[in-house]
């Protein structure tokens, strides 16, 4: 059975900093990872989806990268912003075509004006 | 482009009593769809999934139930309301296994 972490937690950090979220899976025979961020009350918006070929992706100041023989996948933001403070989760989509995406429960991210 | 659509936003319902959320989909044909539910401090739960229409896998047995009348309308219901089942729920999208959209969600208190 697939699980998925992320740590840590919470995050604070101060605005302008760069900074790093971390999501690990345990099964690593997966199809896909996607990262999410989700406001508060709201739902899901997609960030970035990496493909179990790739190594990593790059939206604007966001990079995501994939370890996908160590289980680990990280979120990098750059130059962090009071905007950015959200909840972040990672899903992993197994192989398996008919086996349910697994999500961490995210990390909560504030940044400090 | 593709959007998705959840309703009501908001919902607070007495126990025992009927529940329909609706979920529409635009922009796109044959879409997979997903219900989940978002409990505080916890990940999101897979309810069910559909590939097609009439096409229902349910993840977790409980007293709801989704059903897919139209390639591009999903939604979820029940006869009877617990107070479990109060919660955040999310509808979400795909194109076949690739990456997963979501909905708006929708708040359910049960009281």
């Known amino acids: 059975k697939q699980e998925v972490t992320q740590i840590p937690a919470a995050l604070s950090v101060p605005e302008g900093e760069n900074l790093v979220l971390n999501c690990s899976f345990t099964d690593s025979a997966i199809y896909n990872l996607q990262w999410f961020r989700q406001d508060p009350g709201k739902g899901l918006t997609s960030l970035l989806l990496?493909?179990?070929?790739?190594r990593e992706q790059t939206s604007g100041r966001l990079n995501a990268s994939l370890d996908k023989s160590s289980g680990r996948s990280t979120l990098y933001i750059a130059a962090s912003q009071p905007g950015d403070s959200a909840t972040y989760l990672c899903a992993v989509r197994p192989k398996e075509r008919y086996q349910k995406v697994t999500f961490g429960i995210g990390t909560k991210l504030q940044v400090i004006p | 482009s593709q959007t998705i659509h959840q309703w009501p936003a908001t919902l607070v319902q007495p126990v025992g009593s009927p529940l329909s959320l609706e979920c529409t989909v635009e922009g796109t044909s044959n879409p997979n769809l997903y219900w989940y539910r978002q409990a505080a401090g916890r990940g999101l739960q897979l309810l069910f999934y559909?590939?097609?229409?009439?096409?229902i896998s349910s993840e977790v047995p409980q007293n709801l139930s989704a059903s897919r009348p139209q390639d591009r309308q999903f939604i979820l219901s029940s006869k009877k309301l617990l107070l479990s089942d109060s919660g955040f729920y999310l509808c979400?999208?795909?194109?076949?296994?690739?990456?997963?959209?979501f909905g708006p969600g929708t708040r359910l208190t049960v009281t």
């Open positions: 990496i493909q179990s070929s790739q």
């Open positions: 979400a999208w795909s194109a076949a296994l690739n990456e997963q959209y």
């Open positions: 559909s590939v097609g229409i009439g096409q």
